[in-house]
């Protein structure tokens, strides 16, 4: 068995947890920001193919005490890289500290560096070149205020990263973010969707991915690929299983709207270029004005807020037309906004059933569960162009 580190939004570490038992992870150990676990390396395989929470899988491959930055040059230099990878593959260093005294992470993450090349130097007297920009390998160290760890990514670019979005716009949200907020709604395959304010179509694609069953990395390289004792065999078998269970595209009452006729040709691409057009129907409308498309549903979206896209006087305005319009015309429905303006109950002028803790990168929000039922309407229908395009 090895150990592991599976990192994810803050706020989804439970869902992740859910991810990586199904994988066949063993001990699993909950922190904030991720899961540690057991496994072996099929299981680790598995977790990067199947996760939809997961942003990187890490594998420890070294830990120990530090006072100072050339106890973890020693540490580095003692660790058998040769083993893993060879001269001719290129890597990165990147370093994060919690509660560390040491002074500058630039010059850890240098001696770090330095030793991974002459350990390579000592054994073969070749070393491997620094790419920080698509390198082959990448070596990650977390520094406490007491140990130092250092993994080996086995996934490379970010999971979240599935290879299908390739449009975007503003703002967009992360698709491992917006699996989680799927999940979190209970959303599932056969219950209408729809996301009001789609942008590049990330809650889109990844709810036709789900009603497909296809597999967030089976179309999408991983660094574990790039390891000496990796095992292509076992590899292609799971990819073969994961292909094989997909299901054809077909409608699945999937829906996404854009006020932007630019947002919505995003999502056309993007949907498009994964071969799950099929599965969603496209339009262009305001959010303020648009018909539920199904009697029952669950609505999902990320609406601008002030860190992101709009100034608060557009907002002020734009949210109590907001709540307006889902009692007007989604009762029946389950609306879930993610936001980080705390303002955006109390001026949408409705109660949420439920408030989770999530974040968008650095930035704290909530996602906020309104459960629409038939009800008055006091608010007006005021001109809808307050209303930009939409940030998915």
């Not at 890597?91 to 002459?118: P, Q």
């Not at 000592?122 to 491997?128: A, F, H, L, V």
Request: charged content about 25%; some cysteine.
């Amino acid at each position: 068995m090895e150990t592991f580190f599976a990192s994810c939004p803050r706020g989804l570490e439970q869902l992740l947890l859910e991810d990586l038992r199904v994988a066949g992870a063993r001990d699993l150990k909950s922190i904030f920001g991720g899961v540690h676990f057991l496994a072996d390396w099929p299981v680790c395989y598995r977790a990067n193919l199947y996760s939809r929470i997961a942003t990187r899988i890490l594998w420890r491959v070294a830990l120990a005490s530090y006072r100072n930055e050339e106890d973890i040059y020693r540490l580095a230099l003692d660790t058998p890289w040769p083993k893993w990878f060879v001269s001719e593959q290129t890597f990165r260093v990147d370093v994060n500290a919690v509660k560390s005294t040491l002074k500058s992470l630039e010059f850890v993450t240098l001696r770090i560096k330095d030793a991974i090349c002459d350990r390579f130097r000592r054994e073969t007297g070749k070393r491997p070149s620094v790419d920080t920009r698509q390198p082959d390998l990448r070596v990650h160290g977390f520094i406490s205020k007491e140990e130092c760890i250092l993994y080996l990514d086995t996934s490379g670019a970010p999971l979240y990263q599935r290879g299908l979005r390739q449009k975007t716009v503003d703002a967009p949200i992360k698709e491992n973010l917006a699996a989680g907020i799927l999940r979190l709604s209970g959303w599932q395959p056969g219950v209408a969707l729809l996301d009001p304010m789609c942008g590049s179509g990330t809650f889109l694609l990844e709810a036709a991915q789900i009603a497909l069953g296809v597999a967030p990395g089976a179309r999408r390289p991983f660094a574990f690929e790039q390891l000496r004792h990796f095992d292509l065999a076992v590899w292609q078998r799971l990819l073969e299983a994961a292909r094989a269970g997909e299901a054809a595209a077909t409608d699945a009452g999937i829906f996404g709207s854009d006020l932007s006729p630019a947002a919505v040709r995003a999502s056309l691409a993007n949907l498009d270029r994964a071969g799950l057009l099929p599965l969603v129907t496209l339009s262009t409308g305001d959010l303020l004005e648009i018909k539920a498309p199904a009697e029952h549903g669950v609505m999902v979206s990320n609406p601008p807020y002030a860190e992101r896209v709009f100034d608060r006087d557009q907002l002020a305005q734009f949210y109590p037309l907001l709540g307006s319009a889902l009692k007007r015309r989604f009762a029946g429905w389950n609306c879930y906004l993610i936001s980080a303006d705390t303002r955006l109950p109390k001026m949408v002028r409705l109660t949420p059933s439920k408030k989770t803790p999530l974040f968008n990168g650095a930035l704290e929000c909530r996602l906020y569960e309104f459960r629409m039922v038939a009800g008055s309407n006091r608010g007006n229908t005021a001109n809808s162009s307050i209303l930009d395009s939409s940030c998915s």
